[in-house]
């Protein structure tokens, strides 16, 4: 026994195994030029793959917060979609009220305004989160079924609560004088407010991932959705951190909000449960409690709903449900299922 | 004799029992203790209803699944129907074979589902229901050609059904027997008959089970039941029951749309009919039903009432006008689902017990 000792053998990652691995990433390039193909007109797809890109990037910032607090605390938030309508109505209600802003002829001014109203509506959604989040889902945790039903709940009470402070009617308010618009690449047109939406979306993206690789709270955070039990009795109080990441995820969505209310130019308090069908195929797409899978799934959507839209206007939803089926008979899970070490 | 027909799940309580045998003998009885139209629509509504919440509760309450495509299915079967009678004419026969078209695809649509999405998780089915339905949802109003899109369908059904006709001259209680009673009677049958062969699933053996994979889904795996097809079965009886009970709506009310069948709104009115009636009962769903359909109908009007009384006091007037009384249905739903998860069933149990 003494004269040969083992080798320890480590395994070559083979081709195929590490394709496999990068292969979610290859779809987003791989459905863009299936497009192209599609779509024949180079700068229609410009202007489309900006506006899908846009629209992905905006379902992201909505959804990256619900797949975070699922992954971490085993809660699926049906009431998501209630941050998405109050940060729009706040939004909105800061907009109008700093209308001289807005209006004005000044790049800088415009800008303060929609980032004042993005504030206001982070900081009145990351306080509903904490509300929403103490007591509603607090008695709840570990019971999947009461989790739905009462988040469901949540949902309607806020939305009727917006009804009675906001009245019943849509909201329209035009986008500030600067973000209107579009400019001329080539032939092909693309609104400004898309590339400024496509700005946010990828900056927040980095700030998010660097968050959670390079932070400590990234790290337990990160932790926590694979073992929650160990960082606990490790002496970290994951409750808490929950709770900063429940109200971090329902600023987002309130941000997403304002966001897709300025994209859409008219707010209805139902809005937020509309977008919700295309958060919740996102962060199925993606794996639930994975925020790159989410990242990935956001511009999946985004790219096939726009293409779809302009080449079969009817199907354009029900092409986002047929993704997600496909993706689903490929990788049961999601794109990057999170790993559970229970 | 009764107890075989309730497959011996008895109410269990004085006060349940006495409020069911209420709610059977005025629904039996409506067209004659009740005359007008509008309360006769509500007692047809009450009776389709019902079936449609029993149906969920087989779903939600006894096999712990929470789906969000429930109107889908009652859509299925509502469209089916009426597409049958406006393309084959108002018979007897176009409602059988629509009805039966509407069952089988809504049982083939919730297999599909059931088979894809069941396997993983509870919230998986929740969130997969949700988007297909309000993806269905905005098919069936984009499809116009076929559908109707957003006006929805109008058609005639047999003359038997309808107003103008008469069974017999005489007056019974001052009512005329007409189609609509005829009509009437013919949604309560349907009705009564679909909620007791619901009464027999769920205490059938198929039914334990169910009940067992709710509970503890990996031990009842373990003792050998394959829990994906009981839970992929539930799924597609109680669609097959939703779409019936779609059926029975576009047979009464003669016109099928998006908003009458296949709205989200519908799908949370089932939500908290079933929770505020009581989870898992039976029962439960005709309670809910009833308590949630009257409250609809005449509530509403009582707080708007209330709201232009003190019309003076801005917040609180808005919050008690007659739009907002799914607010405070929405609380109770939330205060419900934590403080008696088996609702007034539930509760009126206990308070024998």
Redesign the interface.
Known sequence: MSGSAIKPRIEKVSLSDRLADKAPLLLVPALALAGLLAIGNPSTWLTLTVAGVAMGLMVFIMASGLTVVFGLMDV?N?GHGAFVSVGAFVGFSILIWLGGWASAPSVFLNLAAVLVAILVAMTVTGLMGYAFERV?VM??YGQ???????T???L??AQ??I??FWG?DAIHVARPQSLQGSILLGNAAIEKYRLVAVGIGLVLFLVMRHILRSTRIGLLVRAGVENSEMVEALGYRVKRLFLLVFMAGSALAGLGGVMWGLYQETITA?MG??I??LV??V??IGG?GSVEGCFIGALLVGLLSNYTAFLEP??A??S??GL??VI?MWR??GLYPVVKAK | MLKRLLSGDTPRSPVLTALLLVILLTLAFAPFLLPGTKSLETAARICIFIVLVASYDLLLGYAGIVSFAHTMFFGIGAYGTALALSSTGPSFLSIVWGSAAGALVAALFALAIGLFSLRVKAIFFAMVTLAVASAFAVLVSQMSWLTGGEDGLNYKIPRELTPAFKLFSAKIFGTSVNGKVLSYYLVFTVALCLFLMLLRVVNSPFGRTLQAVRDNDFRAEAIGYRVVWYRTTATVMSAVVAALAGSLLAVWLRYTGPATTLSMEIMIDILLMVVIGGMGTMYGAVLGATLFILAQTYLQGLMGAASSAISAVPVVSDLIAADRWLLWLGVLFILSVYFFPTGIVGRLRKARA
């Open positions: 699926i049906f509603i008695p709840v999947h079924l009461k989790q739905i039903l009462v469901m709940g949540g309607i009470v009727q609560l009804y009675v019943p139902h449960s509309d919700m069908v919740f195929i962060v199925i639930l009817k199907v939803l029900v986002t449900i997600m089926v689903l049961p899970q």
